[in-house]
Nanobody
């Protein structure tokens, strides 16, 4: 059974940092291009960053230079290091395969206060 569990969210002041984790089970994690998504209140879910099986990364323009996506295939875990957060980053953050082949997890709430 496939399971994606996000964690690490919280409340932080503008300019602060958080590190999100996504632990995967039931999949051959190391061969899958994974991604972080986020959904702010009243907005559609959007792609934040992707990381390929070979660790190639891509970022949305809005987070470039501030967020870093990494993966640890030995732990079946993906991370999102978020620095210099601003209120526009407030959202529920989700992980999934880049092609959205898995069911969504519960996500982790990130709230950035000004």
């Amino acid at each position: 059974q496939v399971q994606l569990v996000e964690s690490g969210g919280g409340l932080v002041q503008a300019g602060g940092s958080l590190r999100l984790s996504c632990e995967a089970s039931g999949i051959i994690f190391k061969v899958i291009t994974m991604a972080w998504f986020r959904q702010a209140p009243g907005k559609q879910r959007e792609l934040v960053a992707t990381i390929g099986a070979g660790a190639t990364t891509n970022y949305a323009d809005s987070v470039k230079g501030r967020f870093t996506i990494t993966r640890d295939n030995a732990k079946n875990t993906m991370y999102l290091q978020m620095n210099n957060l601003n209120p526009e980053d407030t959202a529920v953050y989700y992980c999934n395969a880049r092609d959205l082949r898995f069911s969504w997890g519960q996500g982790t709430q990130v709230t950035v206060s000004s």
